[in-house]
C-alpha cells in the first residue's frame, strides 16, 4: 500500500499552530484501524499513531479502500459492543453495573442501557457499515433484545427477593433471641433461620 502525507505534531496542537509533515504507512494504517474497531473513537485512533483526527479524515475522504477498512472496523466495534453486552447479562451483572469497555482506553467503564441504546439504534440506521461474507444465522434483533431485558429483569428480581428474605430472616432471629432470652434461654440462629426459610413443596402418597 503506498503512502500518502499527513499533517501532525507531537503535542496534537490546535490547526492553527504550525505542523510538520508525515507519512501514512502501512503500519499506522493498521493500527489505526485496529483500534478504531476496539474503541470506535476517531480521535484517540488518531493519538495513538500520533496524528491530528483530521488527518484521518482526510485519509479517508481521498482514498475509497481506507475509507471501506474504516467502515468495517466500526462494524466490528459494535459487534464488539454487543458481545460484551451478551456477556454483561450472561455474567449475572444487572442494568445498574457498568459494562467494561474490554480494552486499554481512556474512555474507561460506559453505561450498560447506554450502550444497549446505541446497539438498538444502530441495527435500525439504513446503509450502517456490515463486516464482508456472510455469517452465521442467529434470532432476530427483536428477539436477542427482548431475551437480554427479561434476563436482566429475572436476575434484577432474585437479587431482590433474595435481599427481602434475609432482611425478613435477621429481623425474626433477632426477635425470637429476644423472646428466648426473657422465656429462660436464646433460640439458635441456625434453628431460627431454618424455621423461616422458603420450605419445597413435597408431595405425599395418595394425593
Not at 19 to 45: G, I, P, Q, Y
Not at 122 to 145: C, L
Not at 159 to 175: L, S
Request: glycine fraction near 8%; charge should be positive; proline fraction near 6%.
Amino acid at each position: 500500500m503506498g503512502t500518502r502525507r499527513a499533517y501532525t505534531d507531537a503535542a496534537h496542537a490546535p490547526f492553527d499552530q504550525k505542523r510538520k509533515w508525515v507519512r501514512w504507512t502501512k503500519t499506522m494504517r493498521e493500527t489505526f484501524l485496529d483500534h478504531l474497531a476496539a474503541t470506535c473513537n476517531v480521535r484517540e485512533s488518531a493519538a495513538v499513531i500520533g496524528v491530528i483526527p483530521g488527518s484521518v479524515y482526510t485519509l479517508r475522504r481521498r482514498e475509497p479502500a481506507f475509507a471501506a477498512a474504516w467502515e468495517e472496523a466500526l462494524a466490528l466495534g459494535y459487534q464488539m459492543l454487543e458481545t460484551r453486552v451478551v456477556g454483561h447479562v450472561l455474567a449475572g451483572r444487572t442494568r445498574h453495573d457498568p459494562l467494561g469497555c474490554g480494552v486499554d482506553s481512556a474512555l474507561g467503564p460506559i453505561d450498560f442501557e447506554s450502550a444497549l441504546r446505541l446497539l438498538m439504534a444502530h441495527r435500525n440506521v439504513p446503509g450502517k457499515p456490515r463486516t464482508h461474507g456472510r455469517g452465521p444465522q442467529f434470532a432476530a434483533p427483536d428477539e436477542t433484545d427482548a431475551l437480554l431485558l427479561k434476563r436482566l429483569k429475572a436476575i434484577e428480581t432474585r437479587r431482590a427477593r433474595d435481599a427481602e428474605w434475609a432482611a425478613q430472616v435477621d429481623a425474626k432471629t433477632a426477635g425470637l433471641l429476644t423472646h428466648g432470652a426473657g422465656a429462660g434461654g436464646p433460640v439458635p440462629v441456625r434453628d431460627a433461620a431454618t424455621e423461616h426459610a422458603p420450605q419445597a413443596e413435597v408431595a405425599h402418597d395418595g394425593e
